[in-house]
């Protein structure tokens, strides 16, 4: 971990797009952001999986010419299984 990744970790909760109490959360969204992660598969859907938080964090990272990377399930990323 790398001191630019806990200040974008820090920004995130600066600007109110990860709640204080979910550094955790924001310090992984942060890492895989700048490690230019395609993926970051997660469980936890309240503030990581979550379409609307998402949303802000990716405007917030556009502005620094960063990308956020899909973020979903493993379940979401493996798709519905087929009955045969």
């Known amino acids: 971990m790398t ?5 974008l970790a820090e920004a995130l ?3 109110h797009l990860i ?7 924001a310090l992984h969204i942060a890492v895989a952001t ?8 997660t469980w936890n859907c309240r503030h ?8 802000g964090i990716a405007e917030y990272l556009e502005q620094w010419g960063l990308f ?3 973020i979903c ?3 979401e990323l493996l798709g519905g299984q087929e009955d045969e």
Do not use: G, R, S
Not at 3 to 7: H, N, Q, R, V
Not at 19 to 25: F, L, S
Not at 48 to 55: C, K, P, R, S
């Open 48 to 55: 990581i999986a979550n379409l609307v938080i998402q949303e």
């Open 68 to 70: 956020l990377p899909i």
């Open 73 to 75: 399930t493993p379940e």
């Open 3 to 7: 001191e630019e990744m806990i200040a």
């Open 19 to 25: 709640p204080t109490k979910a550094i955790e959360d």
């Open 34 to 41: 700048l490690h230019h992660m395609d993926f970051l598969l």
């Open 13 to 15: 909760i600066a600007q």
